[in-house]
């Protein structure tokens, strides 16, 4: 399958600390805890497509310096073209991940002046693609409307979402075909959070993950919940980037014609592997890797 990714690319450094709260000591040698690789939810995205067998194509922007060098060498690693990439922030966006042995994470996330930089998207970008992962970044909105109108699959992660009508995301919301969202800013019960979304928006598809809980679907065409435990393996080092695993690989699985609740069910064995590993973009298999 053919799958245009566009969002966020950075440089993350990971940090491993005693635990949360982190109280004051001038300093810890943590050996082998600090690390330092390219992240960031697109290039998450496209990395997990790419080991599962898909063609990306990665849209972003960078800053031009060194940090953009050191993203334009991993994407060549990682055979993810850097042709629609371009670099035209003041500097490259920089996060900093602090996590402890029990997988909780804080994570420091600068975004320089991406927000404020717009990309020129044309129809050729998406014409030849089975799906576009748009991410909730503000140069995307004009992608929204080129999909619209060659009637392509959207998908997009809106993340940490508290309000259903929340302004920055609504462009998102209505557009996406596929919604994911996370459990963490959700006051109330999931279920009516989610039929709320539903009663607002067009949505085919809403999957809130839920982390160690597993994942909630619920499926427009039959108007039914789905419950699906986590995959439980263990081996947990480090949780960030369990979501943009999760989410990657269920729209994978869907393209290529699995049902949700088969996809989904794969995503979860897919987002437990990659959490045996420490850092956002690292831990992704393959499908004959993945197994049933």
């Known amino acids: 399958m053919k799958i245009l990714v566009s969002g966020l ?12 709260p982190i109280n004051y000591y001038p300093i810890d040698y943590s ?11 697109a290039f998450n995205l496209a990395k997990a497509l790419t080991v599962l067998g898909d063609e990306v194509r990665l849209c972003s922007l960078t800053g031009d310096d060194i940090m ?6 991993k994407l060549r690693k990682n055979r993810i073209s850097g042709e629609k990439i371009f670099k ?4 490259t966006p920089q996060s900093v991940v602090l996590y402890d042995e029990k997988g909780r994470r804080q994570i420091y996330c600068d975004l320089k002046d991406i ?16 799906a576009v992962m748009a991410c909730n970044i503000n140069f995307n909105r004009p992608l929204l409307k080129l999909c619209k109108e060659q009637n392509k699959l959207i998908a997009t992660d809106v993340h940490i979402l508290s309000n259903p009508d929340d302004e920055y995301n609504r462009d998102f919301l209505e557009a996406a075909d596929i919604l994911f969202l996370s459990d963490e800013g959700i006051k109330e019960d999931y279920r009516s959070f989610i039929l709320s979304l539903a009663a607002r928006y067009s949505a085919k598809i809403i999957v809130l993950g839920m982390g160690a809980e597993g994942a909630l679907m619920y499926l427009r065409e039959d108007n039914r919940f789905v419950q699906q435990p986590a995959c439980n393996i263990g081996g947990v080092v480090n949780t960030v980037g369990a979501g943009d695993a999760l989410f990657s690989s269920f729209v994978h699985f869907c393209v290529k014609g699995l049902s949700a609740e088969d996809a989904l069910k794969k995503a979860q064995r897919f987002a437990a592997l990659k959490i045996q590993h420490s850092g956002a973009a690292n831990g992704f298999v393959s499908e004959e890797e993945l197994g049933e």
């Open 31 to 41: 050996f082998f805890g600090v690390g330092t690789s390219v992240s960031g939810v």
């Open 88 to 91: 035209t922030l003041s500097e």
């Open 115 to 130: 927000q404020e930089k717009e990309y020129c998207f044309s129809p050729e970008d998406i014409e030849d693609v089975d």
């Open 9 to 20: 690319i950075n440089t993350e450094t990971t940090a491993k600390v005693q635990g949360f």
């Open 68 to 73: 953009s060098n050191i993203i334009f060498d």
